[in-house]
């Protein structure tokens, strides 16, 4: 039972709600002090240091950052006048970035394993496979003598291939890049499958006693052209030295003549004792 002694229970206890509604009383809202003149210019100034330091920025850099990152902002559509009364926005083509997406294969399915040509094995991925597209699984891989790559001159030189027949006839042989040994700085070499290439090379001269015999044909017309620059080398050192010794006499020849001869009245002559030149003249 609850004893009310006439006393409220706020007055007792001042966090204790009122059960009263009448008793209730809405305290008024404190309003906020009003700025003093002082505050009011001081955020004026501080204003209007933000407007100069923005100012300031935007004039060192007036162009927007175009690195990775960076958001550009959309100009304005331009307004075209038609003269008809009306104004048409001009809309601006978005440019289509062409973005380089690298597909990554799919996954392998159980049928579509590679059967290996060597030990007939199923394989899913191999280097051969990946550059050269041989059927040939890793541990098949003969590096030293089937599988040896062979560089673009030794295919040129050796099996008599010329540039279109590595480049353009179909379907084209493949290589991979690789750095010179010799020197970084050069470019960077080419290297075939030397399977490849000698499928390829039988494809045009038909059989390996043909390439032989155009290799052979090419061997002695490279000796007669060496022998024909030995033997024109030879002529020339000939001359030099006949020019060397022969000497040409570029003295001017005095006549040594004899004794004069009478030969008619008041006409004699003289005879030269070396070459033989006979001087006829009049004495008076």
């Not at 960077?188 to 390439?211: C, F, H, N, P, T």
């Amino acid at each position: 039972m609850v004893r009310n002694d006439g006393i409220n229970n706020c007055c007792l206890f001042p966090w204790f709600p009122s059960l009263d509604p009448a008793m209730e009383s809405s305290a008024p809202e404190e309003e906020k002090p009003a700025l003093s003149a002082a505050m009011r210019a001081k955020i004026e100034r501080n204003r209007q240091r933000a407007l100069m330091l923005r100012q300031a920025r935007l004039a060192t850099r007036p162009y927007p950052p175009t690195g990775e990152g960076s958001s550009k902002v959309k100009a304005p559509p331009k307004i075209i006048d038609t003269g008809g009364g009306f104004f048409l926005e001009e809309e601006e083509e978005e440019e289509n970035k062409a973005e380089k997406v690298v597909h990554l294969p799919g996954p392998v399915l159980e049928f579509d394993y590679i059967i290996c040509e060597e030990c007939g094995k199923e394989f899913m991925d191999s280097y051969l496979m990946n550059h050269f597209d041989l059927a040939t699984c890793d541990n098949c891989r003969d590096v030293e003598e089937k599988h040896k790559l062979i560089t673009r001159s030794e295919a040129k030189q050796e099996y008599l291939l010329k540039d279109c027949d590595l480049d353009k006839r179909e379907p084209v042989l493949k290589f991979i890049l690789k750095k010179n040994p010799h020197n970084p700085r050069w470019g960077d070499m080419k290297l075939y499958l030397k399977l490849q290439v000698i499928k390829r090379s039988l494809e045009i001269w038909g059989s390996e006693e043909a390439l032989e015999e155009a290799k052979e044909s090419r061997q002695d017309n490279r000796e007669k052209m060496k022998q024909k620059k030995f033997d024109k080398k030879v002529k020339e050192l000939r001359r030099a030295v006949r020019s060397s010794v022969w000497k040409k006499d570029t003295s001017v020849h005095q006549h040594d003549y004899g004794d004069e001869e009478m030969i008619d009245e008041d006409l004699y002559k003289k005879t030269c004792r070396t070459c033989g030149h006979e001087l006829t003249y009049e004495k008076m």
